[in-house]
């Protein structure tokens, strides 16, 4: 599965959001893509390297699936973990 969790780091960095993807000549449904990890043509993502003045390996990884799925679900995990912490201290 390609991610893009790379890409979503250079927005970042450069203080710019999904949207902004707009100005390297791509449709303006495209960037959601990204953000979601959907498939996206070649061609696109040269429009957005040649944009960002960046290389392919830059914006994305290859990752197993389960790899991915392990990743959510700990990430998940996380966010539980410190909700139930916040509810545990709002009870003290």
Known sequence: MIVYYKLANILKERKMQWKDLCNAGI???TPQKFSQNKNVSSDTIDKVCK???VQPGEIMEYIDESE???KEIQSQIEVLQKQLAEVRA???
Request: aromatic letters at 8%; proline letters at 0%; glycine letters at 0%.
């Open 90 to 92: 709002n009870k003290k």
């Open 68 to 70: 991915q799925q392990e």
């Open 51 to 53: 944009y960002l003045k």
């Open 27 to 29: 449709s303006v449904n």
